[in-house]
Structures are given as C-alpha cells and as structure tokens.
C-alpha cells in the first residue's frame, strides 16, 4: 500500500474552527491522509481562517505567501483555504494568491475528499455553498482513537442576530441546531474513547434548539440534563452565549446540574445604551446586569467572562465610561477585549470612525482593569480546595497542568496523576495567567 499522505491543518479564530479542523482532518483520513505537525513535509497544506476582525483576514494572505518556497519545491503540494474567509473572500483569494488550490467554506467541508481530488487533477476547486443537506450527515463517523480528556463537540451553528459589527450572520449563514440524538450519539462516541469534559459549542449556543429524540424541540438545558446521565462524562461546558437567549432553565442548570461548571462567557460588547443599541444587540446595560444576578443567585460562585468591543463607530469617553462602570459592577475573572474592526458589508461600516490612537488608549484602560480583576478573582482562590482535570505534562519536570472548575489553568509539581484524572487541589499561589496548587 503507498504510503499515507500528508496534511497540515493550520487554525485560527474561535473554538468552533477547532472542532471543524478536528473533522476536516478526519474527512481527510478517508482519503488517505494523516496530519502532521508541519508544513514541510505535507502534501496539503489547509488554513483553517476567521475573518472576525481585519487583522486576522490579513493574516491569510502573508501566511499563504510563506509557502511559495514549498509550492516550488513540490508541485504536487495543494494548498487549501477554509473557514471564514473562504466563506467571506473565496473568489478573491484564488485571484490574489494564485498558489492557492482549493477553497472551502465553513458550511461545504464535508465535500472536502472531492475537492482535494479534483486539486490533485490539475483544476481549481471552490465551494462556498450553504447546501441544504446537513454536513455533519455527510460526514464520516468519526474514528475510534483514544483523545484527550477535553472535548469540543458543535451543536448550533450560524447566527440570526446581525450586531451590527459582526461577519459571522455572513460567513456562517443562518442559525442552525443540530437534532438532539446526533449530538447525544457524538457524545457517547466521545466518551467511549476518553473523553471526560465536553465544550458543547455554537455561535449563540444557548439559542439551542434542537428536534428532540421522540419530537419537540430541545434546549440547551435539555441537552445538558440528557449529557448528565452519560457515565464517565463528568464535566459539561458551553460557549459562547448572547444574554437574550439565556433561558430559565439554564439558568437555573447552573444552580442545579452538577456536571454543569461554574462558568459562563457572556459577551455585553458594550456598557452603553447609545452603543449597544446602534451595535442592533438588543438588551442593554441594566438587562444584563440583572441576568447576571439572576444566574449567580443560581450559582454564586460562578466565574462570568466576557467580550467588549472598544471605539465602535460613534462611542465617547462618557460611552466607554458606561462600559467601565459595568465592568465595575460585574467583576469579571476572565475577558476578550478588541478594538472595533471595519467590516466590509456589516452595517457599521459606513458610520464614522472614533481616533484610532483614542481607541487605543480606551483598550488598554480597559484591559488594565480587566487585568485587576481577574488577579482579584484569581488571588481569592489561594487556600481553596478546587477541582482540576489534569490535561498535561508542565514544562516542569514532575509537573501537571490542568483546569479547574472556573477554567483556571493550574500546574501541581510532582504530581502523581495521569492525564484525564480529576482531583482535589488546594491553591497555595496566583501568577499572572495561572493558578499553583498541591493535591489533598
Ligand atoms: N457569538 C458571539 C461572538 C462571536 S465573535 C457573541 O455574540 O457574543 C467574538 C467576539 O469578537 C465578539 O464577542 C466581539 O467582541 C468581537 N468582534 C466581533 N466583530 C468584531 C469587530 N468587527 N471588531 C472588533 N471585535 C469584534
Ligand atoms: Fe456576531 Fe452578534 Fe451573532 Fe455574536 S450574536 S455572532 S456578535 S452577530
Ligand atoms: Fe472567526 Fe468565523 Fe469563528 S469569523 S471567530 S472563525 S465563526
């Protein structure tokens, strides 16, 4: 038998490109490849994107031309795009990088074997379709390999909300849940080849709503409650979700699910009415404040996290002062804070820019208190006994790292536990991005 060919998968953006790279090498596994770590000895190169702000749509195109050296080299090589902005540019890039053999949307990737195979035969390939026919169906089953303990497994896609900043309505298409049984069979696949924590993910995941295994439909708290009775699956994430779809019964999952961690990511963009109102994201400052009471009188310990856009079209020092204020409110151990991006079609790019050198000077105000808090957050664990799933060795000889409850990565020294174990950990320090504990 030849040997296998090699493919390189390269990933940007969110934890959903992950998941889609994880089955887009699978796909390609039926097609003879295996992945490799590098690009120098692979036969496909594939550039998993995201084109949620320009820096990183940008990045494709000076990573592409990185493998002209290669392209010369082998010229069997192929050369693929996916992702958001294949999704996005898809024509473009063929025109602006000609190395490029094959590009593939977010949507089409089950057709990837066919596309490599039509690459291979000299021609270009492009599918940026939103077909009707349910891509994760069309996919292989996935494999039965032994995985690490931590696992994303998709269950939304899409978005129908249009924030007025946002590619993904674009690039992702319409919101789309998959049917409850697919996703509850996927997890047992999961678990049976050693999974013990799922991330269940989509774009507005808790927008979740699935056709249930005997009819109606299913919420996100439906298919955590089902996730709970599966043995040997001991702990249940979801991201990322919008405060208008955050329903009572999820609400009250977090008070009441034990598998169910004590995190939540709940991006707000905004403290400002003025803004949140004109970024269409339909609640505002007050809502959310009083959602996030409402949760943590179910669960009063958990940690919240969050995303902000800084300088979006129109914001003033009183705007973002708003944005400071609810951060103040909220305390958060954990946020991702950006700088508005143009984006070419969303609504938002037409409206005025604020000064680039004023945004910037918000971001870093921003992200300093941001910074303080989670140190806060991170300080006030010292001495307490947390749970943490080991996932690796630490550079340390001896040493384990692996997460806690409140997703806080926390290294133990001479540990003497396996990758996939769960143990009781006390916290004895806080450094900047990480938590240092000793067993009980
Ligand atoms: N579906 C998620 C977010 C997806 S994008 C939600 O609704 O919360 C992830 C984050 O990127 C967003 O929360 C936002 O903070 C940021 N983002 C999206 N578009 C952006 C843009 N044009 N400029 C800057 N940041 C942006
Ligand atoms: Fe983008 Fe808004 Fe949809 Fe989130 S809810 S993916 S920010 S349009
Ligand atoms: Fe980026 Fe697409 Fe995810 S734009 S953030 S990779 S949905």
């Known amino acids: 038998m030849a040997d296998p060919k090699k493919l390189f998968i ?22 003879g490849y295996v992945t490799t770590e590098t690009p120098d000895d692979a036969d496909m190169i594939l550039l998993n994107t995201c084109h949620i702000r320009e820096k990183a749509a940008e990045k494709v195109y000076s990573e592409l031309g990185r493998f002209k050296g290669l392209k010369a ?29 094959l590009v593939v949307g977010p949507q089409a990737y089950h057709r990837l074997p066919e596309m490599e195979e039509k690459a291979r035969g000299g021609a270009k390939a492009l599918d940026t379709d939103f077909p009707e026919e349910d891509k994760f169906e069309k996919l292989k089953g996935r494999g039965k390999a032994k ?18 900043f946002c590619v993904v309505p674009y690039t992702r298409g319409a919101e789309v849940s998959r049917p409850a049984e697919r996703v509850l069979n996927e997890a047992r696949d999961l678990v049976e080849r050693g999974v013990r924590e799922i991330t269940l993910l989509g774009q507005n995941v808790n927008a979740y709503h699935g056709d249930g295994p005997k009819g109606g439909t299913w919420s996100l ?18 991201t990322t979700s919008h405060p208008n779809d955050m329903q009572d019964d999820l609400i009250a999952a977090h008070g009441e699910c034990s598998k169910l961690m004590p995190y939540l990511h709940l991006p707000v963009q905004s403290g400002s009415d003025k803004i949140l109102k004109r970024m269409n994201r339909s609640h505002t400052a007050e809502s959310y404040l009083r959602l996030i009471e409402r949760i943590r009188a179910a669960r009063p310990d958990i940690l919240i996290s969050g995303d902000f856009i ?3 079209p129109e914001e003033t020092e009183e705007d973002f002062q708003d944005t400071m204020a609810l951060i103040e409110e909220v305390k958060y ?3 991702f804070s950006f700088k508005y991006s143009t984006r070419p079609g969303t609504p938002a790019a037409e409206r005025p820019l604020v000064d ?59 540990a003497d536990v396996n990758v996939g174990d769960i143990r009781a950990v006390r916290i004895v320090e806080s450094s900047a991005n990480s938590l240092g504990g000793v067993l009980v």
């Open 147 to 164: 995985r690490a303990p931590a696992a994303f497994l998709t269950v939304q896609e899409g978005c129908d909300k249009f924030c007025a």
């Open 221 to 238: 708290a439906d298919l955590i409650w089902e996730l709970d009775k599966v043995d040997g699956l001991e702990r249940i994430r979801f």
């Open 356 to 414: 680039d050198a004023e945004a910037s000077d918000r971001l870093y105000r921003l992200q300093a208190l941001i910074t303080q808090q989670q140190q806060e957050i991170q300080q006030s664990m010292v001495g307490r006994e947390v749970s943490v799933m080991f996932e690796r060795k630490g550079r340390l000889e001896g040493q384990m790292v692996g997460k806690s409850e409140y997703l806080h990565a926390v290294h133990v020294a001479n």
């Open 73 to 101: 080299e082998k010229p069997d090589l192929k050369i693929g795009v996916a992702g958001c902005v294949a999704q996005a540019e898809g024509e473009e890039i063929m025109r602006r990088q000609p190395l490029v053999d």
């Open 333 to 335: 151990g954990q946020a």
């Open 10 to 31: 390269k990933t940007y953006g969110c934890q959903m490109n992950v998941y889609d790279s994880e089955r887009m090498a699978e796909a390609m596994g039926g097609a």
């Open 310 to 312: 800084v300088g979006f």
